[in-house]
């Protein structure tokens, strides 16, 4: 009897099941806890863009997505917990969408042959090809967006910023401390001074660091902040009146989360980017037309042109393309995840291809190779205008400091290779 | 005099007004130990799901409303209409009066006499179900609360100080109500418990279940009107807190602020919540204004810890706690 029970439990599970996809793609998503405001529009537009591909191309290359969503919370044991029960099956790529997380999984998806792409975030020197072998954070990472920082100081005054004080407003973390030493490195070059305001997490009180602020009048503040850190900072900033255009976040202190508590006063802060915001793009018509409309869309809908939507839609399509250059590479639809890592590692993204895409000028142009995982460390400013609530592009793409930044990232993965015993790629 | 003495001012002011927030959460805690001898973990939690009601209610925003459009796939999400902020602050105290009913009838009422560690692990399950609940009743998104407090700098505590040492202070506009309200709860709530029926039948619950219970107190009904009040004090620091940083799930995490405001101020004493609250906020913004920059900065959480511990050693009950007298 129990046979048969069993026999028949199996038998409906079977035929219940979807024919396996052969591209798995997992998202580690978190839509709850202290960070969810930030993880459900990243997660919702990276799952939009593959069920769009799904829905209207049929897939890639005529293989169906099998997109698996992993709840991580933004806690580094859970992300942990998620890449080791989803790994198996084929796993094509990682998005963890967490230093933390990054971190963690750089040995387990090495040992693994799992490719991760930190796109912004992360280890900052994985940019080295010749060590990370399997770690992406094209098209920019930290320390170019450190660098973006300074050159548009730079840029607003007509290039000299000797007689400038920089202060560093950073959440007190691995990820906070990220561009530190990029922008001590710069100091070195520029002649600013830089005073470091470190922010205990979560960052609820920060009175201490914008009194200060307020003694010792910095012309620029930067900030390297996450979550309810971002909408405290800026609003205390609002409220010793800082001027909000020498206010620069970071790409993850730069959504509408992070301004829309301040309110109106927010107007005019600034935060770097390495994609274009809104939603006037051919691919949003795509997108109502076949995900939301369909009823398939990933979330409540609610976060499409939302600058994280935006930001996880750019990642699924990076993502797509790496997964058609492998496709081309090896000549097979039914890629495994090695023949992504060399997708990945012939990525060349162009205007050309993004306007096919419906993506016209929506990311910088860049070139993956075996050498270089980061890209060509292109970014750009955007600005808050209140009135119309959106962040709003104000400076066209520009490359980071590379004299400065090249000779960072190799001083940094080779130590890393020297203390792991990595041999070195791309000989 | 000195400019570093009068910046050491500013900070002290600064430091008393953070002080006063900490306290408006600590108070939470200590209501509720006082009452029941429970630690209630989830009182982090509490003020972030008042915080949320009451921004749902003002805002019109339909409870729910994205379950009940992934069920039945509808497309609703307001009312339509705005509620005036004091109405939607009673509203949100009926919705934590009915939690704190719930709260009693489903798990409290089945603990009478357990040992306070089930207690306390009986809130740490609360604190789960209830953020998970907040979240599939008002979503996830940050919310802007304005209930009409002013924020920003105080003008005319600005010019005073400009006047008097050259260099104006600055001082929230938001933190001197947050001071002001809290003066007013803290007194309501001392006049309550000392002078009330309901107040001492409190207190005498706090001191031994089974003894109120002989002389006729309902458990159930202090325990409710406990919880509410708790819930309550949720309201007013999620608020505070919550006008500050924008409604957001990293609310409940102000719950580890007050830790080290009950170890100093004691777990049963309702001023000892303010003056711990003072001490740590003060201390705390004195120690990175002296010292911080000196050791890499960020010591605020760590300098209140420590001097909770401090403490703790030489005062275990805390400032204000009742003596422990264990008798064989």
Same mark, same amino acid.
């Given at each position: 009897?129990?046979?048969?029970?069993?026999?028949?439990?199996?038998?409906?599970?079977?035929?219940?099941?979807?024919?396996?996809?052969?591209?798995?793609?997992?998202?580690?998503?978190?839509?709850?806890?202290?960070?969810?405001?930030?993880?459900?529009?990243?997660?919702?537009?990276?799952?939009?863009?593959?069920?769009?591909?799904?829905?209207?191309?049929?897939?890639?290359?005529?293989?169906?997505?099998?997109?698996?969503?992993?709840?991580?919370?933004?806690?580094?044991?859970?992300?942990?917990?998620?890449?080791?029960?989803?790994?198996?099956?084929?796993?094509?790529?990682?998005?963890?969408?967490?230093?933390?997380?990054?971190?963690?999984?750089?040995?387990?998806?090495?040992?693994?042959?799992?490719?991760?792409?930190?796109?912004?975030?992360?280890?900052?020197?994985?940019?080295?090809?010749?060590?990370?072998?399997?770690?992406?954070?094209?098209?920019?990472?930290?320390?170019?967006?450190?660098?973006?920082?300074?050159?548009?100081?730079?840029?607003?005054?007509?290039?000299?910023?000797?007689?400038?004080?920089?202060?560093?407003?950073?959440?007190?973390?691995?990820?906070?401390?990220?561009?530190?030493?990029?922008?001590?490195?710069?100091?070195?070059?520029?002649?600013?001074?830089?005073?470091?305001?470190?922010?205990?997490?979560?960052?609820?009180?920060?009175?201490?660091?914008?009194?200060?602020?307020?003694?010792?009048?910095?012309?620029?503040?930067?900030?390297?902040?996450?979550?309810?850190?971002?909408?405290?900072?800026?609003?205390?900033?609002?409220?010793?009146?800082?001027?909000?255009?020498?206010?620069?976040?970071?790409?993850?202190?730069?959504?509408?989360?992070?301004?829309?508590?301040?309110?109106?006063?927010?107007?005019?802060?600034?935060?770097?980017?390495?994609?274009?915001?809104?939603?006037?793009?051919?691919?949003?018509?795509?997108?109502?037309?076949?995900?939301?409309?369909?009823?398939?869309?990933?979330?409540?809908?609610?976060?499409?042109?939302?600058?994280?939507?935006?930001?996880?839609?750019?990642?699924?399509?990076?993502?797509?393309?790496?997964?058609?250059?492998?496709?081309?590479?090896?000549?097979?639809?039914?890629?495994?995840?090695?023949?992504?890592?060399?997708?990945?590692?012939?990525?060349?993204?162009?205007?050309?291809?993004?306007?096919?895409?419906?993506?016209?000028?929506?990311?910088?142009?860049?070139?993956?190779?075996?050498?270089?995982?980061?890209?060509?460390?292109?970014?750009?400013?955007?600005?808050?205008?209140?009135?119309?609530?959106?962040?709003?592009?104000?400076?066209?793409?520009?490359?980071?400091?590379?004299?400065?930044?090249?000779?960072?990232?190799?001083?940094?993965?080779?130590?890393?290779?020297?203390?792991?015993?990595?041999?070195?790629?791309?000989? | 005099?000195?400019?570093?003495?009068?910046?050491?001012?500013?900070?002290?002011?600064?430091?008393?007004?953070?002080?006063?927030?900490?306290?408006?959460?600590?108070?939470?805690?200590?209501?509720?130990?006082?009452?029941?001898?429970?630690?209630?973990?989830?009182?982090?939690?509490?003020?972030?799901?008042?915080?949320?009601?009451?921004?749902?209610?003002?805002?019109?925003?339909?409870?729910?409303?994205?379950?009940?459009?992934?069920?039945?796939?509808?497309?609703?999400?307001?009312?339509?209409?705005?509620?005036?902020?004091?109405?939607?602050?009673?509203?949100?105290?009926?919705?934590?009066?009915?939690?704190?009913?719930?709260?009693?009838?489903?798990?409290?009422?089945?603990?009478?006499?357990?040992?306070?560690?089930?207690?306390?692990?009986?809130?740490?399950?609360?604190?789960?179900?209830?953020?998970?609940?907040?979240?599939?009743?008002?979503?996830?998104?940050?919310?802007?609360?304005?209930?009409?407090?002013?924020?920003?700098?105080?003008?005319?505590?600005?010019?005073?100080?400009?006047?008097?040492?050259?260099?104006?202070?600055?001082?929230?506009?938001?933190?001197?109500?947050?001071?002001?309200?809290?003066?007013?709860?803290?007194?309501?709530?001392?006049?309550?418990?000392?002078?009330?029926?309901?107040?001492?039948?409190?207190?005498?619950?706090?001191?031994?279940?089974?003894?109120?219970?002989?002389?006729?107190?309902?458990?159930?009904?202090?325990?409710?009107?406990?919880?509410?009040?708790?819930?309550?004090?949720?309201?007013?620091?999620?608020?505070?807190?919550?006008?500050?940083?924008?409604?957001?799930?990293?609310?409940?995490?102000?719950?580890?602020?007050?830790?080290?405001?009950? %170890?100093? @101020? $004691?777990? #049963?004493?309702?001023?000892? &919540?303010? =003056?711990?609250? /003072?001490?740590?906020? *003060?201390?705390?913004?004195?120690?990175?204004?002296?010292?911080?920059? %000196?050791? @890499? $900065?960020? #010591?605020?959480?760590?300098? &209140?810890? =420590?001097?909770? /511990?401090?403490?703790? *050693?030489?005062?275990?009950?805390?400032?204000?706690?009742?003596?422990?007298?264990?008798?064989?």
């Amino acid at each position: 009897m129990k046979m048969k029970l069993f026999g028949a439990i199996m038998a409906t599970a079977m035929a219940a099941a979807p024919a396996l996809a052969e591209l798995k793609v997992v998202d580690t998503s978190y839509r709850t806890g202290p960070y969810a405001a930030n993880g459900i529009p990243f997660s919702d537009g990276y799952q939009d863009y593959f069920t769009l591909l799904n829905e209207r191309d049929g897939g890639i290359g005529g293989e169906m997505i099998n997109l698996v969503e992993c709840e991580t919370g933004y806690n580094t044991e859970k992300g942990v917990e998620c890449y080791e029960s989803t790994k198996g099956g084929g796993s094509l790529v990682y998005q963890p969408l967490s230093t933390g997380i990054t971190y963690q999984l750089i040995p387990k998806a090495t040992a693994d042959g799992i490719p991760l792409h930190t796109m912004g975030y992360g280890r900052t020197s994985a940019k080295n090809g010749k060590v990370f072998e399997w770690v992406f954070n094209y098209p920019a990472n930290y320390w170019d967006g450190a660098s973006h920082a300074v050159t548009h100081i730079l840029n607003e005054n007509d290039g000299d910023i000797s007689d400038k004080t920089i202060a560093l407003v950073y959440h007190n973390s691995a990820y906070g401390k990220e561009p530190i030493r990029t922008l001590e490195k710069l100091s070195e070059k520029h002649g600013y001074d830089l005073t470091l305001l470190p922010v205990d997490h979560p960052g609820q009180e920060q009175k201490s660091q914008w009194l200060q602020i307020r003694r010792e009048k910095p012309d620029y503040v930067i900030m390297w902040g996450w979550g309810v850190m971002n909408q405290v900072a800026i609003q205390e900033a609002v409220n010793i009146r800082f001027p909000m255009e020498n206010f620069i976040g970071i790409w993850w202190s730069g959504s509408e989360n992070d301004v829309k508590p301040a309110g109106d006063r927010a107007n005019g802060y600034k935060a770097l980017t390495f994609h274009n915001l809104g939603s006037d793009y051919p691919v949003y018509d795509d997108i109502q037309k076949y995900v939301v409309e369909a009823g398939k869309a990933a979330g409540a809908g609610d976060q499409i042109g939302t600058v994280l939507y935006n930001r996880g839609m750019y990642a699924a399509m990076l993502a797509a393309e790496a997964i058609k250059t492998a496709q081309e590479i090896h000549g097979t639809a039914a890629i495994t995840p090695a023949q992504m890592r060399d997708g990945m590692e012939n990525l060349e993204m162009t205007e050309e291809k993004m306007a096919a895409l419906g993506l016209p000028n929506f990311g910088p142009e860049f070139k993956v190779s075996c050498e270089n995982h980061g890209g060509n460390g292109y970014g750009a400013v955007s600005q808050w205008n209140a009135e119309a609530g959106e962040f709003e592009l104000i400076t066209d793409y520009y490359q980071s400091d590379q004299e400065v930044l090249q000779a960072l990232v190799e001083e940094d993965s080779m130590a890393f290779a020297e203390e792991n015993g990595i041999e070195l790629r791309c000989q | 005099m000195p400019e570093q003495f009068i910046w050491g001012m500013e900070v002290f002011a600064n430091g008393l007004m953070a002080g006063v927030l900490y306290a408006l959460v600590a108070l939470g805690f200590v209501l509720i130990y006082k009452a029941s001898g429970i630690f209630n973990f989830s009182q982090g939690v509490m003020a972030l799901f008042a915080a949320l009601t009451l921004v749902g209610i003002m805002e019109g925003q339909v409870p729910f409303s994205h379950l009940i459009n992934a069920v039945f796939g509808t497309e609703i999400h307001h009312f339509g209409w705005h509620v005036p902020a004091l109405a939607a602050i009673l509203l949100t105290m009926v919705v934590m009066v009915l939690l704190a009913w719930l709260v009693n009838y489903f798990i409290f009422r089945h603990l009478v006499n357990q040992e306070p560690i089930i207690l306390f692990m009986a809130t740490i399950g609360l604190a789960y179900f209830l953020e998970g609940f907040g979240d599939i009743m008002w979503g996830a998104d940050i919310k802007k609360l304005d209930v009409g407090l002013p924020q920003g700098i105080n003008g005319t505590i600005d010019e005073v100080t400009y006047n008097l040492f050259g260099y104006g202070f600055f001082i929230d506009n938001l933190d001197l109500w947050a001071t002001f309200i809290a003066i007013l709860l803290v007194v309501g709530l001392v006049l309550f418990a000392q002078y009330s029926k309901h107040g001492r039948a409190m207190r005498a619950v706090a001191d031994d279940h089974q003894a109120a219970l002989s002389v006729g107190i309902s458990l159930n009904f202090i325990w409710v009107m406990v919880w509410s009040l708790a819930g309550f004090v949720a309201l007013v620091a999620g608020i505070m807190w919550g006008t500050k940083s924008g409604v957001q799930f990293s609310l409940s995490l102000i719950a580890l602020k007050a830790l080290p405001v009950l %170890m100093l @101020g $004691g777990f #049963t004493s309702i001023p000892g &919540a303010i =003056v711990g609250g /003072l001490l740590i906020g *003060v201390g705390e913004k004195l120690f990175e204004f002296a010292i911080g920059g %000196m050791i @890499g $900065g960020a #010591t605020e959480n760590w300098f &209140a810890y =420590v001097l909770a /511990l401090i403490f703790l *050693v030489f005062r275990p009950q805390g400032l204000f706690g009742e003596k422990i007298i264990e008798r064989v």
